[in-house]
C-alpha cells in the first residue's frame, strides 16, 4: 500500500503510526507470484519508493548504481534515470534488473510529465486578445464516507 508515494504496507513491513487524513488517496497493488517470465514496465521517472514496491509485487530484485545516495537520502525523493534490461523486457521472476539512481528528477522526466505551456498573448496585437472568464470546477463533496481498514500484526 502507498500513500502520498510513501510505502506503508508491503509483503515485508507495516509502517507504523501513520495517519491518512479524511479524503486522502492510498494505492494498492494487488498480485499473486505465478512464476515465469514477466514484461518490465518503465521504471524510469518514477520514485524509488514506487519502484521499490511494483519490484516485490512482481517479484524482480532491483540493484543500484549507488547505494550511498539511497541510504542518505528518503527513497520517495530519488528518482529512476535508467534501468536495464529496457522497458518492455521479459524478465524470469527472481532476476535483477539494474536502476540508476538520481537525487534530482531526471530532465527527460520534467520535459514529458511538465512542458512549459506557450503564452500565445504575448506576441498577439492588442485587438486581438480577448479576455476568458475562467470558470471554477465544481466540487460535489460526499455526505459521508468512511474508510475502516484492519491489518493484523506482521511477524
Not at 503510526?17 to 517470465?37: A, Q, W
Not at 485587438?127 to 476568458?132: A, G, I, L, R, T
Request: neutral net charge; hydrophobic residues 35%; glycine residues 6%.
Amino acid at each position: 500500500m502507498i500513500y502520498q508515494g510513501d510505502t506503508i504496507i508491503n509483503s515485508a513491513y507495516r509502517k507504523l503510526e501513520v495517519m491518512i487524513p479524511r479524503g486522502g488517496t492510498l494505492e494498492f497493488v494487488v498480485s499473486k507470484p505465478d512464476g515465469g517470465e514477466i514484461r518490465i514496465p518503465d521504471l524510469v521517472c518514477k520514485t524509488l519508493d514506487e519502484v521499490e514496491f511494483f519490484l516485490s509485487t512482481i517479484y524482480i530484485d532491483p540493484e543500484y548504481s549507488d547505494t550511498d545516495l539511497i541510504n542518505k537520502n528518503p527513497k520517495r525523493s530519488l528518482y529512476i534515470a535508467s534501468q536495464n534490461p529496457s522497458a518492455g523486457s521479459q524478465m524470469i521472476m527472481g532476476e535483477k534488473v539494474h536502476l540508476t539512481i538520481s537525487a534530482t528528477k531526471p530532465a527527460i522526466c520534467i520535459a514529458v510529465e511538465d512542458p512549459t505551456p506557450k503564452d500565445e498573448t504575448k506576441d498577439a496585437p492588442k485587438s486581438e486578445v480577448k479576455k476568458q472568464e475562467v470558470k471554477k470546477p465544481e466540487i460535489k463533496k460526499p455526505e459521508k464516507s468512511r474508510l475502516m481498514l484492519y491489518f493484523p500484526a506482521i511477524g
